[in-house]
Structure formats: C-alpha cells, structure tokens
C-alpha cells in the first residue's frame, strides 16, 4: 500500500500540469517558442526580448542561445551574434552548422580568414553541408568574388535543387550584377517550388517593387501577408505599394497592424507620416514623426524629414519648429564644448533655420565666428540680434567694442559692406537620381526629396554658389537637358544609397555646355550623424574643388579691392591674374578656366586681407591701362590629375542574402 502511493505521489510531482520539477523549462520552452513566433514575423526586437527571458528561465537550455546568435547577425550586431554562437558551442558540441554560423559571423566582422576557418571545419567532416556551401558563397560576395558566389550556390543546387536559399541567392546576386533576365529566372524557379513560403512572395514583390510594376508587386505581397498575417516585413512592403499607387486607406490598415504588433517600429510610424503628409493631415504627421524621435532621436532620417515639412508647412513661430530648432542648438552647445566648432557651427546654422528668431542660437552661432577670428562676420549676427529687439547691455557692448574694429577694416577704407556685396556665383543645377531609379529600395522609401533640400542647404553655405534649380532625375540624359534649359554654368548629379546602419553618397559635377565631367565626390559614413557628415564632407569638396574666382570692384590709381579675402583663402602678397570682363570661359577637359592671352590685362598683388574682400596693388599688363572695374580676378590654374574611385558594391548585397 505504502509503495503503491510512493508511486502515485511522484506521478503526481513530475506530470508537466501542477509538476514543480518542469515549471521552469516549460517556461522557458514557451518563451522560446514566442520568440520564434515572433522572429518569423522578422520582429527581432521581440523576439530577442524573449529568447533573452528564455535564458533567464533556463541558462543551460542552448536553443535560445542559437535563435539569439541569429536573431543579431540579422541585425547586424555582430558582435553579440558571436557571444551567443560561442556559449550555444559550449552545449552542443556535435552541432556542425554552429560552426557554419560562426563564420557567416566572422564575415559580419570583417574576418575573412577566421570565417573561411570555421566553414572548411564543417567542410572536412560534412562536404555536401549546405550550411557552410552557403557560406563560403557569402564569403566570395564579401571579398567581391559574386561570379564565384554564384557558382558555388549552384552547386548546390545540385545536392539540393529546391533550396529555396540557392535559389534566392542567385536571384539577387544576378540582379546585382545588372543580368535581369537570369535573375528573373531564379526567382521564377523559386515560386515554382516555394509559392507557399511567404519570403518567397516577399523577394518576388521586393524585386517587381524595385522595378516599378506596382501591380505585380502588389500581387506577390497581398499574396505574403495572406500567408503570414502577422509578418511585418510583407505588411511594411505592401503598404509602401499601397502608397505609391495612392490607396492611402489600404496603407493605413497594414501599417496599423504592424503598429499593434509592435509600437516601436519605426518604419512603420514612418510610413503613416508619410500617408498623413500626402494627405495634408500635416498634425498627424507631425505626431507620427515625433513618436518616432521620442524613441529614437538619432534618426537622421525622420528628423530630416520632419524639419523640412515643418519648414514648408509652418510659420517661423510655430512650436514645432522651436522644438526642432532647440534639439540642435542643444548639440552645438555640446560639439562646442568639445571644441567641434566646424560641427558646432552646423548645428547652431541648422537651429536658425528653423527659428530665425531665436536669440540664443543666433548668438551661439555668431560666437563661432568670433573663435575663428572673423569679427565682422560676428558683428553682423550681433546686429541682426539687435535688429529683433534684443538690446542686452552685453550685446550692446560687444557690438560697440566690434565697430570701432571695423574702423580700421579694409572694407571700411573704400566704404564697402563686404557681406553685401553682389558676386560672380558658380550657378550650379542639382539633381538627384533616387535609389530606386537604380533599382535599390532604400530603409526609407520616401526620402530623396528630403535629402535634396537637406543637401542643397548646405551647398548654399558657400558665398560663391547659387544654386539656380534643384529637383530629381531619371539619368544623366534628363539632368543635362535641365540643366540647358536653366543656363547654369554647372550641374551637379547626386546619388545615394542608405542601409540600415551606414550611407554611401556621391556626386558628379558636370559643365552644362558639354556635358562634360569634371569632378567626382564620394562620401560613405556609419554611426550617428552619417547623413549630415557626408553631405557636408560633399558640399565641403565642392566648395574647395571650384577655383577662387572674384572681381575688381573699385580701383584707385595703383590700388584696388576685390570681392574675395580671408573666407576664399585669399593671402597677403598673393598675385592674381586680372582678366577682361567677359574673357573667361569653363575649361572643357578639368575643372578650370579658359582666357586668350590678350585679355589678360594686369595682375593683382595682394597687400591686405579682409574676411570677404582684398585690397591690393594694380600693376597694368604692357603700356596700356586696359584695367576696370568689373574685370575678373583669378589665380592661375595648374593642372591636376584627379583619380576617381572605385564604388563599394558588395557590402549592401551581403546584408540583403544574411537576411534570407
């Protein structure tokens, strides 16, 4: 009797309902499985949160160790990827493809040795593993070696002729390397064998979206989502067709959706600003944008986006705009305090132009001025200041203790305002070629037009460019009619290619005349502020790349004064040509100036230097004084060679297969 219930009192403890011994590991089985849920529905952030908590519940249980590993190489924290990889190791020793996944991490990492390591241990013991076959085809797309990815993927295809990964794979790298036709047939093949996978009707959506057939696009994603409700990658996609074909209403419904799955999804509150903005709801798109910033305020993107709607849509008092505008005053007190002044400045001009008004910033920036030894340009903003009816004893000083400087000024001896003066600009079209005109779906789908006007407005920063048009294109051929029909002197093409984590942008400046290139610009950043370093890095280059160019503006027997100085590198005892009025023409070969010897009619000697004018000696170019006012100064050009470099290509296909 006493053995009979000994017996049932431990049937009792160990069944799983009430038993004590398996809580723990049903719970974590269970967090384990909503973490998979969840990365199936490509909602990392969650499902890390919960193969974390499954951890929690059981540290030895190596499943959740392997799912987190590859919840971060998706993500791109490789990192963390690669600390979990290990520990998993440490539990389940026999498991060949952990090794295969240490190396699809150590490519993450730039690793290329240490990857190709792990993939040849699996190798040695398993040839025919499709794991780390796989891998060494991402290795060669790493080191720029796709056509030998891609025959790698289909060998495997022969041990495997359904891989739904080999055939993807292809389809991309095909599509990468500009071969529409083979890439289209893999991608077929997978719908063949895998119609019933949602990926497979995201890559097939993805890529006719790229393509701009919306109707297509709109077929295959309809058909993921029916697949997988709760898929936020199928749900994001389609709403974007939703939106470009204009059925706002449907967008909303699946960005919805994404939005209760998860109230942190960033691409999603995007989205809906967007649909707002398009709609003239400017309220809601104001509040969408802010949720996002709220949580994530280094999103160059959206901050970009909402300054620039805030910018059209808003008076200079709104509260919206103080809001942005104290954001980046805020940043320049702190670059400066670093002395980042160059960074510091750009913040402090960011904040002005969405509050002209505010006296702090106004302040703050012309205090950067002052460090660069630029006292007039200081007293200028301090007037402004005074101008908005700010008269602070301080400010009042300062400006009283600055004027007396400006006695002394060149400008002030020949009785010119050297800030107001009218100049020989570059006229310069820019034009932007989006991504998807080059067949890249970008993070944020809607943003070239707001990259333009960010971009433009740093190119304005320079006294010597206007910029006389600015809008996208479709090519080349397109920007340099344009840039015909506006008589620019130049015409600047812009491209760009945002990942989730780093952004590549170039430019090409061309003469509108001919057509003919003459500069080249690359920028390509990672971490915070990528957006804003690289087009001020590419606005910058521009700036130095185009010759100093000035004119006589008054002349007095031998002395003279011209309209370019300290901001244009202008020296003491340098010698300028001065070149007849109307003499000068764009050089067609480099970037440059073209003149006939016989409208050369003097040369400038530099004797003082002002921040935006030089005083100097005229000296006359033979026995006749040809010289006038209005006759152009330049320096005489020697002749550069310039290297263009090679673009960087394999980095964003790579993180687009680790994602399959």
Known sequence: ??????????????????GRFLLFADDALFLYKDGQKARYEQNYGRAIEKFRASLQKNPHYFLPMIALSECFLKTGEYNEALKYVKLAQKYDKNNVDLYSLEGRIEIGLGNPDKAREAFNRVLVIQPNNLNARFGMAELDIAVGQKRTAAKRYIETLTLSPESQRALLSLSLI????????????????????????????????????????LKSARMHLETAVSLAARHEGAKLLLARVYILSGDFKDAQKQLRGVINMDRDN????????????????????????????????????????????ALKKTGIKDPVRKRLSLYHYKRGLLFESQNYLDTAKEEYRRSLMLEPESMTARLAYAGIFKAYGYPIKYLNELKVIQKLGHNDPDILDEIEIYSSLDMNSVAKRWDIDQYSIQRNKYTVSIFLIPPDKNGNISVHPFFPEDFLEYFKSYVLEYYNINVKYSGTANDFESAFNRARKEFSNLFLIV?????ERDFLTDAGLYLTRTGSKLGYFKEYRTGNDRIRDAVVSIARKLYEFLPVRGKLLKRSFNLGIIDIGRFNNVKKNDELLIIKKGGLTFNTEQMGFLYKKKDIVGKFKVSAVDEMVSEGRVIKNGFFDLINPGDEIIYQLKKTERKEKKKEKNKNLLQRIFKL
Request: without cysteine; proline residues 5%; negative net charge.
């Open 1 to 18: 009797m006493f053995k009979r219930v000994k017996i049932t009192l431990l049937l009792i403890f160990f069944i799983p309902f009430p």
């Open 174 to 213: 095909y599509e990468d390397l500009g071969e529409e036709k083979i890439s289209q047939s893999y991608l077929e093949l997978a719908l063949k064998y895998h119609s019933n996978n949602p990926d497979v009707q995201i890559a097939a959506g993805r890529y006719f979206l790229k393509r701009g057939d």
């Open 266 to 309: 960033e691409p999603a509150w995007y989205l809906q600003g967007i649909v707002y903005e398009r709609q003239g709801d400017y309220k809601k798109a104001f509040n969408s944008f802010f949720t996002i910033l709220n949580s994530f305020p280094e999103d160059e993107v959206v901050r970009i986006t909402l300054e620039n709607l």
């Open 495 to 499: 491209q760009y290619n945002e990942a």
